[in-house]
């Protein structure tokens, strides 16, 4: 097997748990899920949510997302960044593509890919990450990602 084969795998399996860790989110309506990887460690992970010490209700009356609930990346961001580790050349493996304002801290927190399987409702956070000269792969369906 080849090193490219090898990828693919590590990705699908790495891909496989962030969805089992999107499982964590209390949101209704949607429930994603980030991992960061470094050197085939897993040095962060993220779920949507509230923030710490908020009550674990993401959706408001009309079922929409409250301003302040965090994405799955932000959260793998910020976990990272009150540890001494880096994020520096990681991979961020995460069961959506993410949005505009997840691209800006993945370029600023020094990711260098992206992995995810399911396109979020608008492109413009992939379109910038792609700007940013920042690897991004999709795996195209879940069932490539369970295999």
Known sequence: MDQKEKQIRLDKRYL????IWAENSYCKRRKVGALLVKNKMIISDGYNGTPSGFENICEDDQNKSKPFVLHAEANAISKIARTSNSSEGATMYVTSSPCI???????????????????????????????????????ESL???IL
Not at 16 to 19: F, I, K, S, V
């Open 101 to 139: 304002e997840c691209a800006k801290l993945i370029i600023q927190a020094g990711i260098d890919r992206v992995v995810f399987f399911e396109s979020y409702r608008v492109n413009d956070g992939v379109e910038l990450l792609e700007k940013a000269k920042i690897s991004v792969e999709q795996h």
């Open 16 to 19: 496989r748990m962030a969805l």
């Open 143 to 145: 069932d490539e990602v």
